[in-house]
């Protein structure tokens, strides 16, 4: 069995010492460095889409080049843990996946009455608007689990992920169908930069809506943030 887990990052950073755990240099195509790390815009990619998608131009590059069983998603700085503050690792991902089928973040509560509160709160509201008329035409079974989710608290951090690789395709399949269809309609001219990562902020929504619709069964580990130099001492 191979594990993967691909670290999303945009800047120099120490890696977790745990084989398997490859950084991603993520919107690579718009900046000159490359660091030294795997880069998201080699291949079928999205890179140029960044400023816009965040992590998830990453994600792309993942669903169409990487070779491997399992594969994850976290960030530079963002990591699963396990019990004793240590970095989730590879092995003991693949054990929790034996009787699981994916692992997510903790869930969090909003500061709001619901996500699509908060979203609105936060985001361009007519943005939720579009891609609820997307789904709806694209792929109508899943408008449930869209209003379930949009409906509660329950909030999931960063499109974080560790999975087995065909329920990743299957998502990244769903996911960017909607998306590249919401780009045909969205114009993000006037906005500030902020505000262009909707596809990014949308992602984070997405993930629950995913695998809460299929039914898979989740695990949810603790995430955070590593503290700066944490993988340097």
Not at 10 to 27: A, C, M
Not at 195 to 204: L, N, Y
Request: proline share 3%; charged share 30%.
């Amino acid at each position: 069995m191979k594990t993967n887990i691909y670290i999303m990052t945009h800047k120099p950073f120490t890696p977790p010492n745990e084989t398997g755990y490859i950084p991603l240099r993520v919107g690579a195509a718009l900046g000159e460095d490359d660091f030294g790390f795997l880069r998201d815009d080699e291949g079928d990619n999205i890179s140029t889409k960044n400023l816009n998608y965040n992590e998830l131009t990453g994600a792309y590059w993942m669903w169409k080049h990487a070779d491997c069983d399992i594969i994850g998603l976290v960030h530079y700085r963002r990591y699963f843990f396990d019990g004793s503050g240590k970095v989730l690792s590879i092995r003991m991902a693949e054990d929790i996946l034996k009787g699981y089928d994916a692992i997510l973040p903790c869930s969090g509560l909003i500061d709001a009455d619901n996500v699509d509160e908060h979203y609105r709160k936060y985001h361009v509201g007519s943005d939720l608007d579009l891609v609820r008329e997307v789904i709806g035409e694209l792929t109508p079974d899943y408008l449930d689990a869209f209003d379930l989710c949009m409906g509660c608290r329950l909030f999931t951090l960063g499109s974080m992920v560790i999975t087995k690789k065909a329920i990743f395709d299957e998502y990244c399949s769903w996911l960017f169908q909607i998306f590249f269809e919401m780009e045909s309609r969205l114009s993000l001219d006037g906005r500030e930069d902020y505000q262009k990562r909707v596809f990014g902020f949308m992602g984070e929504r997405m993930l629950r809506i995913f695998f809460l619709r299929h039914g898979y069964k989740i695990k949810e580990v603790y995430a955070d943030v590593a503290e700066e130099g944490y993988y340097d001492k």
